[in-house]
């Protein structure tokens, strides 16, 4: 009776699993964050860190107006990058909204000719050429 059923034991294997799983997903998750800290520090990427545990002491925050109104006065690039997404949200939706533009093409000649018996005079050509430019 102490002895679990096979359906227990699978469902058991089935769990560990999945949790082991997850431990070893969550430590290349960990890894890759190393790494990306390394890097954007300049360090060496194998450089182990010795990080100070979440401390207690918070500094007094501002309200939010007045954060963005300071960091947008002290750097201008921020201005520049919203103007930046700004001009790619429109591009967005001018390309999501279903217009059509037709692309019409003319030419036009006209030839006189004085020389040869078999053709007219005077003749001329007009071709108009249109379509859809998607």
Known sequence: MGALSNRNRSRVARNYCRRSKKLLTTDF????????????MGLP???????????VESQETCPL???????????????????????????????????????VEAFGRYSYQNNVPFLARNF??????SGMNC
């Not at 990427?45 to 401390?55: G, R």
């Not at 001329?124 to 050429?129: D, E, H, M, P, Y």
């Open 45 to 55: 990427l194998t450089t182990v860190l010795d990080l100070d545990p979440v401390s």
């Open 124 to 129: 001329g050509t007009l071709v108009f050429i």
């Open 65 to 103: 107006e007045e954060c963005v109104t300071t960091a947008t006065a002290s750097h201008p690039e921020i201005l520049e990058a919203r103007a930046e997404v700004e001009k790619a949200e429109a591009a967005v939706r001018l390309a999501k909204t279903d217009i059509w533009v037709p692309d």
């Open 29 to 40: 998750q960990l890894d890759d964050l190393k790494l990306k800290l390394n890097d954007l």
